[in-house]
């Protein structure tokens, strides 16, 4: 006998499975139209690797992830791509996502198979490949791609491998029903599984209710090393974390995963897609939904390709359309509602519940919270429900986080006992969201405080390289001064050359001296055409000098442009605006020069026609 | 087919609050049904008149604050309060002095902290210590002797008269001490054996008391099977008691002994109807206890060394200060945590 240990909490609800256990797992058929999703799991989406109007063949791969985490999807049946657009996918959201949309040609034509007999003369890696090719994931909950959590990180090893076939929500019966059909598969599949982890124990976990399953697998597992687990039915022992404790004592730590701790957990469909994959190269195309609700005439489990709408699957189970309400995809406890039924079962669809009114009632109008605590007494997972809700409702995110509200697996157990019906998993979900979207602005506020601050210290790197570059620049412009200087000497020594510099110093001298008595004569007495053109003589004389300065400075310039452009040093620049300015002297001096030849000759012209 | 948008669960199984209630009103008939037989008609005559003041005080109330009158008050929470009331009274206080209790209880300890769910004191509770501080003398000379309801006690029509009567004369033979005050006001200047000589003991622990407190245990014990309370409290509450007895209490010339600490006065009904009230109690288990508990030590102190014979309320209260205190140092361990994470955010993260 397995040693069995209790999770805290729990509930029993009414199990309501004997509705769809009556009747063998029946097949659905083709219906007309197959929609395939493009990520029917977390994960990366894939992409198309079909065109529309392309013959597909059975087991083909139309769709692949090529960038991130996934797994390819797979034509169920051979036809003809209708369409590749967005439709209505089963996501709690109601938006719509990237579909392709298979017309069966009713021939049901496989590929070329090739189906391992002895997986044991593989590699690992291939069965994991063979894994991935098939597009397996996990069929239970959110569906991670089963060849990833088939490779535990490296310093982690399973010692332990669970098959969960607890199915502690009530309605739902499709493991239930695979264990006692398809007990050989489920071995197998579990067996390639247990191949490549090579754990210590390897134990399926099924809850009392299930006498049936239980006795199928005992049977299956005959001769093996495997354990039967039977375990106390109560919500939810068939939660991972819930499974692991009642199987192992061990708790999965908080924000860790099962490896952690040495243990894995996998899904009833999930091994048996395995076994499909590994001995018939059948992909994942098809899998086991639950059909019930008291708005079907004939609930059971059918047998479904991937890609099947809903309302042709409610047809099959005669659905009266006036009695459906409430219409849940997976269970009551953590399932959600459909608002339309013209949605496809997915690589993780296990149950739609076409539910009257009185089967799923309303709620109650909610009422204050009394404190009475009945939420804590059967949290499978020990938070305090109580204090999540106030700190949710009043937006307390923070003390609702210290309280471990990201611990909460929102099995609903809260919600189904409180007395003042209080929807307190909705109020978790909000938190979470809003938590997430704070974090999400937190990492977008730090990103961009981290740009700012980059740009600031770029441009105080700039400001101080610049500043590097001027100093350097007036350092070597000071060296050539200094040897300008020296060859200006060694030229004057020569008697080659003038001193420009006393030469320009005596002519400003001049001109200031000029314009003195010049303004001292206009004070002095009225201005006679006579003086003015006296005087304006020696100015045409200055202005020609002057002209000739600025031309031989700009002269001068060019060339040490010229030098510094052959040279690219930094300064050119500053250079050629310089050379530009001193163009716009040389052109103002010509002016200058003209105006007053003009002036001169304009006076002389008046003297002599006086 | 038009489908309803729901969030999950989609499943409920709750018992209602109001069910809560009714279940905790059904648990302590047999002590109201003790009662009435060991002290006659004073209290059920009292649970009447407080359930009926309850009733329209937080009906007004509620409509005054333009709450659905209908919708609140059919979740018994204002019967329970008028009723846990008109069984800690004393059997014939006066009519106003239980409206006063009442009223206070509803209108100003429970509706103006913004009604069910937000108080954070007991409610009948502050009642109860308003008009004990406020009318000592009404609070403690109208307890009923104990006498079997049709051996002498007063009937249903003079028992109404009493209560419901302007005047305020004693009548001779009706009203007795309580044991627990008898004991604690003889105790000083004679020995216990002098002390129980006097008939409000009897010839058991104390006379009509021992068996209220036992049905008031009975029905206590009901509502931790029904899981409606958890037995935390009374646990926390009932063992500090005998703790602090059996440490400070030996000598029974200066102390009341336990067997009366235990069976006389209030304690079942507090440990099991008064401070089970989850509104103003702590949450977790391990708070529970302490809570429970802080309430034991306090009535065995209170009793022992205080001006007062009983203390079930001013326990109560005192310990309802402390809840949030309480509850932010005794959140349970998670699943997958090392140990709980006590205090507030940022501090000492576990």
Redesign the interface.
Known sequence: MTQLWD??GG?H??ENKQQSTARPIRTAGLPERLVLPLQQHIGDPAEPLVQVGERVLKGQKIADVTVGMGVPVHAPTSGVIESIAEMPVPHPSGLNDWCITLKPDGEDQWRERHPVSDYRSLDREAVLGIIHEAGISGMGGAGFPTDIKLRPPKDRKVDTLILNGAECE?YITADDMTMREKAAEVVAGLKVMAWILRPERCVIGIEDNKPQAIEAMQKACEGTQIEIAVIPTKYPSGGE?QLI?VLTGQ??????IPADIGVMCQNIGTAVAVSRAVFEDSPLISRIVTITGEAVREPGNFEVLIGTPIDYLLEQAGLE??K?????L?G??????????AVPVTKTTNCV?A?TEAE?P????E????????C??VC?????P??LFWYSKSGEF??A????LF?CI?C?AC???????I?L??YY?YAKGEIRVQRAEQIKADRARERFEARKARLEREQQEKEQRRKERAKAAAEAQAKKQAEAEKAAEAGEAVDERAAKAALVQQALERKKAKTATKASQPASAEATASEDKPDIEALEKQLEQAKSKLDNMQGMLDDAKAQQADNVDKLERAVAKNHDRVQRAEQALADARKALASTTESQTSD | MALVQQSSPHAHNARPTSRVMLWVIIAALPGLVAQTVFFGWGNLINVVWCIAVALASEAAFLKLRGKPVAFFLKDNTAAVTGLLLGLSLPQFAPWWVSAIAVITAIIIAKQLYGGLGSNPFNPAMVGYALVLISFPVAMTTNWAEAAMLFQGAPGVGETLARIFSASQTAVDGWTMATPLGEYKHKIASHTATEVLTHPTFGEGIARGWEWVNAAFLAGGLVLVFLRIITWHIPAGFLGALIVMSLAFGANADQYAPLSLHLLAGGTMLGAFFIATDPVSAATSHHGKLIYGAGIGVLIYVIRSWGNYPDAVAFSVLLMNFAVPFIDYYTPPRAYGHHKARRGLPGKNQG
């Open positions: 999770f805290t509930i609800p009414a009530p974390k404790r708790e999965v730590p908080s924000a860790g359309s006036p459906v309400n409430r219409l849940v997976g009551p406890m953590m399932g959600y509602t459909l608002t339309t039924t519940i539910a799923l309303a709620p109650p109008p009422q204050p919270c009394i404190r009475c605590g009945q804590a007494e499978p997972m020990e938070l305090l109580q204090q923070e003390k986080e210290h309280l471990n611990d929102e609903g919600s189904y006992v409180c007395p003042s019906s929807p998993v909705q979900r």
